[in-house]
């Protein structure tokens, strides 16, 4: 077996990756467009999805350390190589428990910044008075404009969203302490001390309210031109993997292009701009790659907590999320006090755009992959039921991808049985749906919701590799009824002489029993 080079699986520092002999993936001729037609630039992406190597990247290119990037695109460009003076911030490694606390640890991470730069910052100044004082001086010592980085800029605001109304309010003090910090970067380029400001972070539904003095801070988030920046392209999956996807199809026993339609349905899928590329996670893909292993790896990374809490309280019903219509203006709307999922589910990457109508400017957002689906849906059910933890889902997928629809239900009656009384809150047709909903997704198994058909919306479509599963639910009615409804909308007609079974499956829900009360099947 041929060596390869070793993945860089949680390698963020550019160097160390390079003179390691890590493989690096190439992202520098959209950093050269970055660094060479503008000055201020935000970025929202997912965790997990190389920010802070970008960051570093960057530091190493404005510190002029041109041997690192030996064959990369940007040694062969144009690019003036010089160095420049550069401060990283890492909100990771501030503290935020409060306001004061926040001020306090900014305060030292200035005395640290001027300590290594051998500058002198006077003493019991107010926090943007000391980080203004220090810019100005760095500028002075060597007459060369500021590199400013920034990663995980928000951290300080979503550790405390969804936690209630105190960690509430300790959000929004963070957020003035970092809209006066940041404040300070306006008057500093104008009076010409920064060269360069780059501020990433998982979210930007604070961007407006802690950034709205720079008004010429330059968005990139959902920009076609950078829409590859982070994040791993099919090309690039040819270009740079294929000898580890080739082992790994030898390993599995399966051809190379099975393999790669395995790693594309879990881990790709991710699109961030109406212009139509789609990314793989590369923690996922590589985690994949080195472990030869397909299963969730980025879920397990950090449980979206604040998202979670936030979807129970305003009672989202979860089943639209497989079909939502979006305007441009959703991503824009970032409240502290009044705080949407679906704004946060995209920029988390819990969510991503499906497809694009430029005429109307209305995005089609989804599940990026089955990897986040499954995840996501797991874990949402624990929180909606209580259980803990449940090897059911596994049960259900092996039922249905058998046929064993009897077996199936057996095995969600069961469920829903497990849930305690006091969770189930209102019960009605919604409810059931929900909760069916997040057991098949969990499941793994195909699932679409309210499919549009020519006579009306499928409740539920599930799919396997040798059935469509064409669901109805009724709720204290009969599951008769739900199979009339199916063949009377002709519902089935669109799946016809696709090569597969088709399965008609009627379910009454019980308010009472608060379980399946009768289902009905029908094969054509």
Not at 325 to 349: D, I, K, R, W
């Amino acid at each position: 077996m041929r060596k390869l080079k070793n993945l860089p699986i949680g390698v963020s520092d550019f160097e160390a990756l390079r003179r390691e002999g890590y493989l690096y993936i190439d992202k520098t001729e959209s950093i050269y467009n970055l660094i060479t037609t503008g000055k201020y630039y935000f970025l929202s992406r997912p965790r997990r999805f190389g920010k802070s190597l970008l960051l570093s990247t960057l530091y190493n290119i404005f510190r002029g350390n041109k041997e690192l990037f030996k064959g990369l695109y940007i040694s062969k460009s144009d690019y003036p190589w010089e160095e420049y003076p550069v401060v990283r911030l890492d909100f990771n490694t501030i503290s935020n428990t409060n306001k004061d606390v926040l001020k306090e640890a900014l305060m030292k991470k200035i005395d640290l910044w001027a300590e290594a730069e051998g500058l002198q910052i006077k003493e019991g100044e107010l926090l943007p008075e000391k980080f203004e004082e220090f810019l100005f001086k760095l500028y002075k010592k060597g007459k060369k404009g500021v590199v400013f980085l920034v990663d995980e800029y928000d951290k300080p605001i979503i550790d405390h969203i969804g936690m209630g109304k105190e960690e509430l309010m300790i959000a929004e003090e963070n957020r003035l302490v970092l809209k006066s910090f940041y404040g300070v970067l306006k008057g500093a380029d104008a009076n010409g001390w920064l060269r360069f400001v780059f501020i990433t972070g998982v979210t930007k539904f604070s961007k407006v309210s802690i950034f709205s003095e720079l008004n010429n801070l330059m968005d990139i988030t959902m920009e076609e031109d950078y829409s590859e920046i982070l994040g791993i392209t099919e090309e690039e999956v040819d270009s740079y993997l294929s000898p580890y996807t080739e082992e790994f199809s030898k390993e599995k026993g399966i051809s190379h292009k099975e393999l790669r339609e395995e790693l594309r349905n879990y881990y790709n899928g991710y699109r961030f701009s109406p212009k139509d590329v789609r990314v793989y996670n590369p923690f996922s893909l590589f985690s994949a790659l080195r472990n030869r292993s397909i299963k969730n790896y980025w879920f397990e990374t950090g449980t979206p907590t604040f998202l979670i809490n936030l979807i129970k309280e305003q009672n989202i019903y979860i089943p639209e999320y497989e079909k939502l219509q979006v305007s441009e203006a959703l991503f824009s709307t970032y409240q502290l006090s009044n705080l949407s999922p679906l704004p946060l589910m995209f920029q988390t990457g819990y969510l991503t755009i499906k497809d694009y109508e430029a005429d109307v400017r209305l995005f089609h957002l989804g599940f990026p992959n089955k990897e986040v689906k499954t995840s996501f849906t797991e874990n949402l059910f624990y929180d909606y039921s209580g259980i803990r933890e449940s090897s059911k889902f596994r049960l259900v997928e092996r039922a249905l991808r058998r046929g064993d629809i009897a077996g199936a239900i057996e095995i969600i009656k069961s469920i829903y049985s497990e849930i305690p009384y006091s969770l189930m809150g209102r019960v009605d047709e919604a409810y059931f749906h929900t909760i069916f909903y997040l057991i098949i997704s969990a499941s793994g198994v195909g699932v679409r919701t309210e499919v549009l058909t020519s006579r009306g919306r499928i409740d539920m479509l599930v799919e396997t590799a040798d059935r469509y599963y064409i669901i109805e639910f009724k709720c204290d009615q009969s599951s008769a009824l739900a199979i009339e409804q199916i063949k009377r909308k002709g519902y089935y007609e669109p799946y016809k002489g696709r090569g597969k079974e088709i399965v008609l499956l009627g379910i009454n829900f019980s308010t009472e029993h608060r379980t399946i009360a009768d289902y009905k099947v029908e094969h054509l």
